[in-house]
T-cell receptor
């Protein structure tokens, strides 16, 4: 089955360290989303890309977060420097955008980040 | 703007009870509507969807009908099982663009 692959699945890091999370979207999907999930805030959209171009990153703290798509098979989310409040589950999702209004996005299993 | 509002949880039911999770939406156009489910330790999975008014989405015994007149997409199941324990998210989207998710409703089914 085609699926979205995220690495690492779990990461514990010290405050101030750089964290990079990677996502391989489903082959052929042209839209990639990054979400953050916490108990307090629920599911928050951080950024999304279409055809590798960033369309909306207004939900992302610009001073420490950055998101890129170096190629169609890889999306990255980087935090530098990391802080304890960044502890959360980060989800990548991919889908297709087009005339079929029933288009669906598919989620990866998430990267569970703990910053101590 | 566009948004989705779900009923507050958590919801606790006995096995074989009837389930309803309410979802209402605010939309500027004619979106597609979705229910996603998240099991512990996993990502969100599509449960069902509906693309236009009066459409009914169904999967695994769950159903939801796209009601334009009441701007609702309530999730129902006639007889829940312990394995249905999860968090359920309502969402809307236009053409696979920006997805707007509700806050999620936690369901626990007890034997």
């Amino acid at each position: 089955d085609a699926r979205v692959t995220q690495t690492p699945r779990h990461k514990v890091t010290e405050m101030g360290q750089e964290v990079t999370m990677r996502c391989q979207p489903i082959l052929g999907h042209n839209t990639v989303f990054w979400y953050r999930q916490t108990m307090m805030q629920g599911l928050e959209l951080l950024a999304y890309f279409r055809n590798r171009a960033p369309l909306d990153d207004s939900g992302m703290p610009k001073d420490r977060f950055s998101a890129e798509m170096p190629d169609a098979t890889l999306a990255t989310l980087k935090i530098q420097p990391s802080e304890p409040r960044d502890s959360a589950v980060y989800f990548c999702a991919s889908g297709t955008q087009g005339a079929d209004s029933g288009n669906t996005i598919y989620f990866g299993e998430g990267s569970w980040l703990t910053v101590v | 703007g566009d948004s989705v509002t779900q009923m507050e949880g958590p919801v606790t039911l006995s096995e074989e009870a009837f389930l309803t999770i309410n979802c209402t939406y605010t939309a500027t156009g004619y979106p597609s509507l979705f229910w996603y489910v998240q099991y512990p330790g996993e990502g969100l999975q599509l449960l069902l969807k509906a693309t236009k008014a009066d459409d009914k989405g169904s999967n695994k015994g769950f159903e939801a009908t796209y009601r334009k007149e009441t701007t609702s997409f309530h999730l129902e199941k006639g007889s829940v099982q312990v394995s249905d324990s999860a968090v359920y998210f309502c969402a809307l989207s236009y053409l696979g663009n920006q997805f707007y998710f509700g806050t999620g409703t936690s369901l626990t089914v007890i034997p």
